[in-house]
């Protein structure tokens, strides 16, 4: 039985994120997480890239946490010695640009516009 992966192609300057788990509707392990903290970091650390697309394959986008794998009596191990690095919450937050256009601020350098 597979046990779900994330997986990222590069197209240009975009890195595609796909959550790989349609045989339980893409729901997150805790390998699954430790992936995707990872193409978040390359997304993050790699200067060619301008955006990143996290998308899923079949039907389902994500039924959240596969939650035996998490807290069940055979729970994977979860923080393996890593260290985790905290996200400013001004990153996520919603602004305006200076023509007072709504946007979301992902990153200092990357921006997405709301209305399109």
């Known amino acids: 039985m ?5 997986r990222t192609e590069v197209h240009g300057h ?3 994120i796909i959550i790989a788990n349609a045989a339980k509707r893409n729901a997150f392990t805790p390998a699954m997480m430790k992936q995707l903290s990872d193409a978040l970091t390359e997304l993050h ?8 697309v996290v998308c899923a394959e079949g039907g389902d986008f ?10 069940g009596p055979t729970a994977e ?6 260290q985790c690095r905290p996200v400013r919450a001004q990153q996520a ?9 709504a946007g ?13």
């Open 14 to 16: 975009v890195l595609k």
């Open 45 to 52: 650390d790699n200067d060619a890239y301008r955006v990143g």
């Open 104 to 116: 979301y601020r992902l990153h200092h350098r990357h921006r997405v516009d709301a209305r399109r």
């Open 2 to 6: 597979s046990e779900g992966q994330i």
């Open 93 to 101: 937050l919603p602004q305006a640009d200076r023509d007072g256009r």
């Open 77 to 82: 191990a979860q923080h393996q010695g890593r």
């Open 62 to 71: 994500t039924a959240g946490l596969d939650m035996p794998k998490f807290f």
